[in-house]
Every structure is written in C-alpha cells, then in structure tokens.
C-alpha cells in the first residue's frame, strides 16, 4: 500500500503543476493487464480523446496486452485521435509513475505521430 501512496502523491504534484500550465493533459493508467491513454481538457473537465488496450481496433495485430509494442501503438493511436480533434500540444501526465518501460514507449510513439510535449 506504501507504493500506491507514494505514486498518488508523485501524481497529485504533477497534476498540480501541469493545471498551472493551462494546456491540455495526456494522462497514462498502467495496469498488469492493459495501458490507458486518455486526453483531458486543460480544466480537467472533460476528456477529449482516449486510447487502450482494451479497445479492439487497438488489439489487432498484437501478441501480448501488456508489453511496449503495444503501449507503443497505444501511444501512435492516442496521438492520431488528439491530432484529428485539433490538438498538437499537450503535458504528459505520467501519474506517478517512472519514465521507463511501457510508459516512456507510449510517450515516445506518442511524439512520433506529432504531439509536442
């Protein structure tokens, strides 16, 4: 439980800045099984555009749910969406947890398909 704590307190401070920043927010949810991408508004309100593996068009194709291949691809679909929405610029919203591994390949292939951080 001391581990959930610690990455909510990381994220919470994040957030915090990121608001002040006033541009809207690239959020990521790991999980063992699936990762999550979703958009937010610059007030947090609303989300605008959203990605994962748990969606079938992102499924095809893929060996395994939960390796960088394809939180990379979750990544290059988030940033199709963000970009046919009319958004270019976003804060990456790591929630806490560290830039490496499945993350880091989302928030790569995410600046790939033309998402400025």
């Known amino acids: 439980m001391e581990k959930k704590i610690a990455r909510l307190r990381r ?26 991408a979703q958009l937010f508004t610059a007030d947090g309100s609303k989300v605008l555009a959203s990605a994962s593996t748990a969606q079938a068009e992102v499924r095809e194709g893929l060996k395994s749910l939960k390796n960088i291949e394809a939180a990379a691809k979750v990544g290059r679909m988030i940033a199709e969406r963000a970009r046919a929405a009319g958004i270019e610029k976003v804060a990456f919203d790591r929630s806490g947890y560290r830039y490496h591994g499945r993350v880091k390949a989302l928030a790569d292939a995410a600046r790939e398909g033309g998402l400025q951080f």
């Open 11 to 36: 994220a919470k401070a994040t957030r915090a800045h990121i608001r002040k920043l006033g541009v809207p927010r690239l959020s990521v949810l790991r999980t063992g099984q699936h990762i999550y």
